[in-house]
Structures are given as structure tokens and as C-alpha cells.
T-cell receptor
Framework: DTGVSQDPRHKITKRGQNVTFRCDPISEHNRLYWYRQTLGQGPEFLTYFQNEAQLEKSRLLSNRFSAERPKGSFSTLEIQRTEQGDSAMYLC?????????????????FGEGSRLTVL | AQSVAQPEDQVNVAEGNPLTVKCTYSVSGNPYLFWYVQYPNRGLQFLLKYITGDNLVKGSYGFEAEFNKSQTSFHLKKPSALVSDSALYFCAVTEGFKTIFGAGTRLFVKA
């Protein structure tokens, strides 16, 4: 399977602990996105990478959230000092770069998500 | 800022009947519009998109959507619903590199 994979699928943690999620995008894609989805809501944009460069991170919810994509391949999303309000599904998506591939118009390919429960 | 609205939290339809899931958008230029579907315990899947050209676009699983510029709408349609179409549907619009999603509409198809 060459789709987007995320790990772990489910994480239960106690308030105050740090958690890290990993995303492996489709290998040909150079764009990678993180979204957060809470119950009854659509995905909320968090951050975006083009290759290894993080081009937009203003939507990361607080300075407790950080994301990396060190070699332009997989990415990690870390949440420090978790709070109960961080409980959500964290989604990763990847896509082609429309500039590099003019036939592509930016549809996203999502992983199955990492569900975080903070007790 | 660009946005999409899905006015219905849930749509109920009988199997075999046509279905419509509504979406309206607000954009500052020409919109790139998308529909995605989310099945239980699965990631979001791309269904179809409108970029330019024909107002009626066809996508996966027999779905289609009609772009209406004057009404700023992009409703998702299917002529004959299946029970397996029951899922959560999201309308989305791109703003540069960012895709913005609506709150979602749950479609329930009854046998």
C-alpha cells in the first residue's frame, strides 16, 4: 500500500505528557499537511510543508505544538504538555505541487488519522 | 478569506432515491472546489473537484456536483443512493496552498 500512513492510530495519554505523531506521505508528493479534526467539525488546517520547508505554521494552535519534516519525507507532529482540549483526531495529508505538475490541482490524500485522548 | 458552508448537519434519503448534499462558498477569486468523503474509521477520500470548464463535474462512486457561480453553490448529487453511500461528506475550497473544509454533512441512506 503506497498511501499516506500515520502512527500511532490511537494514543491515550495523561494531561501534561508529551506526544508525537508520525506521518509517512505518498513518496512522490512533496507537499505535506497536518490538520486537526474534532467531533462534528471539518478538518482544521494546522501547518504545511513543501519538501522540508515549513511554509506555514501560524495555525499551529499554541507554542506547545510543533512539526518537523527533516528530510522532506516523513513528518512528525509533537504536542508538549498535553491538555484535555487537545483531544482530537490529527490528520496528515500529502499532495503534488501544482506548479511542478500542472495537471494536478491540489487534491489531498489523507491518512487514516491519529486519535489523541488526553485524560 | 475563503470559506465554505454546509447548511445541513444530516441528510436522510431512501435507497434508490436521488440525493443532494448542499455546499455554498465564499471566495475572492475563481474557486477551486472539492468534495471529500469520510467513512467510519477511514481517512478522508477525494471524490471530485471543480477547477474550470463544465459546471457539472463527475467523480467517484457515481457522484457528481454542479457548480453554480451566481448562487455560489457546489452541491453534491447522485441519481440513485446506495446504503453504502452513508458517510460524512465535506465540501472544501482551496486558498493558495491551504484547503479549507466545511463542517461536514452526514448522509444516511436507509434501505
Amino acid at each position: 500500500d503506497t498511501g499516506v500512513s500515520q502512527d500511532p492510530r490511537h494514543k491515550i495519554t495523561k494531561r501534561g505528557q508529551n506526544v508525537t505523531f508520525r506521518c509517512d506521505p505518498i513518496s512522490e508528493h512533496n507537499r505535506l499537511y497536518w490538520y486537526r479534526q474534532t467531533l462534528g467539525q471539518g478538518p482544521e488546517f494546522l501547518t504545511y510543508f513543501q519538501n522540508e520547508a515549513q511554509l506555514e505554521k501560524s495555525r499551529l494552535l499554541s507554542n506547545r505544538f510543533s512539526a518537523e519534516r527533516p528530510k522532506g519525507s516523513f513528518s512528525t507532529l509533537e504536542i508538549q504538555r498535553t491538555e484535555q482540549g487537545d483531544s482530537a483526531m490529527y490528520l496528515c495529508a500529502s499532495s503534488f505541487d501544482p506548479i511542478r505538475d500542472s495537471s494536478n490541482t491540489g487534491e489531498l490524500f489523507f491518512g487514516e488519522g491519529s486519535r489523541l485522548t488526553v485524560l | 478569506a475563503q470559506s465554505v458552508a454546509q447548511p445541513e448537519d444530516q441528510v436522510n434519503v431512501a435507497e434508490g432515491n436521488p440525493l443532494t448534499v448542499k455546499c455554498t462558498y465564499s471566495v475572492s477569486g475563481n474557486p477551486y472546489l472539492f468534495w471529500y468523503v469520510q467513512y467510519p474509521n477511514r481517512g478522508l477520500q477525494f471524490l471530485l473537484k471543480y477547477i474550470t470548464g463544465d459546471n457539472l463535474v463527475k467523480g467517484s462512486y457515481g457522484f457528481e456536483a454542479e457548480f453554480n457561480k451566481s448562487q455560489t453553490s457546489f452541491h453534491l448529487k447522485k441519481p440513485s443512493a446506495l446504503v453504502s453511500d452513508s458517510a460524512l461528506y465535506f465540501c472544501a475550497v482551496t486558498e493558495g496552498f491551504k484547503t479549507i473544509f466545511g463542517a461536514g454533512t452526514r448522509l444516511f441512506v436507509k434501505a
